[in-house]
C-alpha cells in the first residue's frame, strides 16, 4: 500500500505548491506537456516490449477495450442531453472510459486478491488501457480538442504524430528486443517521471470550490467511473459465464478512477482541466469505498 500513500502524499505537495510564487500559473501545464511528450514515450517503450504472451491473458486485455464504447455511448448521451460544451465532453471522454489500472489499481488488486494476481492487472493495463490510451485518446484530442469541426487530415495528423502513439508502434516493432544497458537506463529513468509530475500536477490544479458548471459533469463522470462501468463489466462476466479470478480481477480494474495520464492529455489539449483535476482527486478517495463494496459484489 506504499504506492496508495505516496499518491496521497504527492497531492498534498502539488496542492501545496500551487501556493508558492516560484510556481507560475501554468505549472501544471509545463509538467503534464512533458509527461506526454517524454515520460509516457520512455515507459511505454519500457514495458511493452516486456509483455507475455499466453491465453490467460484474453478477458484482461478484451475487457477494457468493451468498456469504451459503453463508456463513451453513455458520455455522448448525457453531454447531448445536458448540451455541454466540447471542452467537457471531450474531458469526460477521455476520463470516464480510462482508469488509473497501473499505478492504483495494481497495489489495489494486490490488497484485495493477493499477490498472486497482480498479473492479471498488468495485462489489463498494459495491453487494454495503456494500448487504448494511445489510439482512443488522440482520437478523442483530434476531436474535441479542435476549435470547431476538426478537416479529416487534421485528425490524422495529430493522430499519425502523437507521441505516445509513435512510441507504441516502435515499442511493438521491438517486441522482446533487448535495449542497451544504456539505453535501457535512460528510458527507465525518464518513465520514472510520469506519476511523480502527472500527480504533483493535479495537486497544482485541484480546486475544492469547483465551478457550478462542472457539477453535473463531475458526477456523472465518477458515477459512471466507479459504480455504472464496473457493474457493467460484472453483468458482461456473468452474461459469458466467466468466473474464474483473471475475470473477476478485470471487473475490479473496471472500476478504477479515472486515469491520471488521461486527465494529463485532456489538460494538454485544454478540456476541462478543473474538471479533470477534481475528478481524477476526488475519485481516488472515492474509490476505496467502491472499490470494497465491488470486491464484496465478486
Known sequence: MEN???????????NGLRYLP????????????????VSLPALILVQIPKLP????IIVPCVM?????????????????????????TGALMLLVPLGNTSFFGIPMVEAFFGNQYVCYALLYDQLGTFLVLGTYGPIVIAVYGSE?????????KKIVTFPPLISLILALILYSTPYPSQISFMLECLAATLIPLVIIAVGLK???????????????????????APLIALGIIY??????TAAHVSVF?????????????????????????????????????????????L
Open 22 to 37: 516560484a510556481f507560475p500559473k501554468n505549472s501544471a501545464q509545463v509538467m503534464t506537456s512533458f509527461v506526454i511528450h
Open 239 to 244: 452474461l459469458f459465464g466467466l468466473k474464474s
Open 253 to 297: 480494474e473496471a472500476g478504477m478512477p479515472p486515469q491520471i495520464s488521461a486527465w494529463a492529455l485532456a489538460m494538454s489539449a485544454g478540456l476541462a482541466p478543473k474538471l479533470g483535476a477534481m475528478m481524477v482527486g476526488i475519485g481516488i478517495i472515492l474509490s476505496f469505498l467502491t472499490l470494497t463494496v465491488l470486491f464484496q459484489l
Open 64 to 88: 477494457p477495450w468493451a468498456m469504451v464504447p459503453i463508456s463513451a455511448l453513455l458520455v455522448i448521451a448525457c453531454a447531448r442531453f445536458f448540451k455541454w460544451s466540447n471542452s467537457i
Open 148 to 156: 470547431g469541426k476538426p478537416e479529416f487530415k487534421t485528425i490524422i
Open 53 to 56: 504472451i499466453s491465453p490467460d
Open 4 to 14: 496508495i500513500v505516496f499518491i496521497i502524499v504527492l497531492l498534498i505537495i502539488g
Open 206 to 228: 485541484m480546486e475544492f470550490q469547483i465551478e457550478k458548471k462542472h457539477y453535473k459533469p463531475m458526477i456523472f463522470g465518477l458515477g459512471t467511473k466507479l459504480c455504472i
